[in-house]
C-alpha cells in the first residue's frame, strides 16, 4: 500500500510543479524523455462479446479498492481510435470554431467553457502552424502528432460530438487494452477519459486503504480516467487501473480516444 501510494508522487509532482509554475531548473528531474511521434493508425473494431471487467480475486496481490472485483458485462460491436487524439486533430476542432459553438458541449461543458474563456487547452500558446505550450515550465514546440492532454472532460467530450464520435466506456476502454496491443493499441502516453462517473464494482469489498477507494453517492460527479501517462509509474501502468477525476480538472496528463456512435 505505501509502495502503490509512492508511486502516484512524481506525476502527481510533475503536475504540481507545471501548475505552479515553477523554475524550469527545478522541474527537469521531474520529467522524462519526450514522447515519441506516431503516425496515425486506423482504429479498431472489436465484436460483440462477454467480457469480465476489473481485478480477480485469483489474481492475488495488492488489489485497490477502485478495482474491487472483476465482474462480467455484455459488450455490443464497437469501433474504438487505436491511440489517443493528437494535438492536429483537436487543432482542427479549435480551428473550426469549437470553443465558440455551444452545440458541441454539455450544458456543464459549455458553463465551463465561458468561464474559463477558454479557446485552447491549458499550456497551449498556439495550434495553428505548430503547437507551442508551456512544458517543463519552458514554452516550447511539440510535434503535432503527440496526444494532445490537459484536457477537461468537457474538452473531450465536446471534441467527440463535433468529429461525430463518442468517448469511450471504462469496459470498452480495458477490453481494447487487453486485446488490442497486438493489433495497433497505443496507450500508457497519456491518461484517458472515459463516458463513465465513478462507481464502485458489483460486489465490491473495501480493502484496509481507503486510497482511492470508490466514492460515496454524492460525489457521483467526478469521471472515471483510464490508462497513464508517461510519466506514471510502470507499476501503476495496467489496464485495470482507475482514477477518479473531476471533469473539470485540467492540470493532470490525461487526453482521450474516441469511439464510433
Known amino acids: ?15 504540481l510543479a507545471q501548475a505552479a509554475g515553477l523554475d524550469p531548473a527545478l522541474q527537469k528531474s521531474l520529467w522524462p524523455e519526450e514522447l515519441p511521434a506516431r503516425a496515425l493508425r486506423d482504429p479498431l473494431l472489436f465484436p460483440a462479446q ?3 471487467l ?8 495488492f488489489v485497490p479498492d477502485n478495482e474491487r472485483w472483476a465482474h462480467e458485462l455484455s459488450l455490443p460491436e464497437f469501433e474504438i481510435d487505436a491511440q489517443a487524439v493528437s494535438w492536429a486533430q483537436f487543432a482542427e476542432f479549435a480551428a473550426d470554431g ?14 465551463w467553457s465561458l468561464a474559463q ?3 485552447v487547452p491549458r499550456y497551449v500558446e498556439q495550434l495553428r502552424n505548430g503547437v507551442l505550450l508551456q512544458r517543463r515550465g519552458l514554452l516550447q514546440r511539440v510535434s503535432a502528432v503527440q496526444p494532445a492532454m490537459h484536457v477537461t472532460f468537457y474538452e473531450a467530450e465536446a471534441w467527440c460530438r463535433w468529429a461525430g464520435r463518442r468517448l469511450p466506456t471504462e469496459a470498452e476502454w480495458e477490453l481494447a487494452a487487453r486485446q488490442g496491443l497486438a493489433r495497433g493499441f497505443v496507450w500508457g502516453e497519456t491518461g484517458e477519459w472515459t463516458l463513465d462517473r465513478t462507481r464502485a464494482y458489483p460486489g465490491f469489498t473495501p480493502g ?18 483510464r490508462g497513464g501517462s508517461w510519466l506514471t509509474s510502470p507499476r501503476r501502468k495496467h489496464h485495470h487501473v482507475r482514477r477518479f477525476v473531476p471533469p473539470e480538472r485540467d492540470t493532470l496528463f490525461v487526453g482521450f480516444r474516441s469511439c464510433a456512435l
Open 1 to 15: 500500500l505505501a509502495l502503490w501510494h509512492e508511486d502516484r508522487l512524481p506525476e502527481l509532482f510533475a503536475a
Open 117 to 119: 474563456a477558454r479557446r
Open 98 to 111: 469549437g470553443y465558440d459553438d455551444a452545440q458541441w458541449w454539455s450544458a456543464e461543458g459549455w458553463a
Open 54 to 61: 476489473g481485478s480477480a480475486r485469483s489474481e492475488g496481490g
Open 208 to 225: 484496509p486503504s481507503g486510497l482511492e477507494a470508490p466514492p460515496s453517492p454524492g460525489d457521483g460527479g467526478l469521471r472515471v480516467v
Open 50 to 52: 462477454r467480457f469480465m
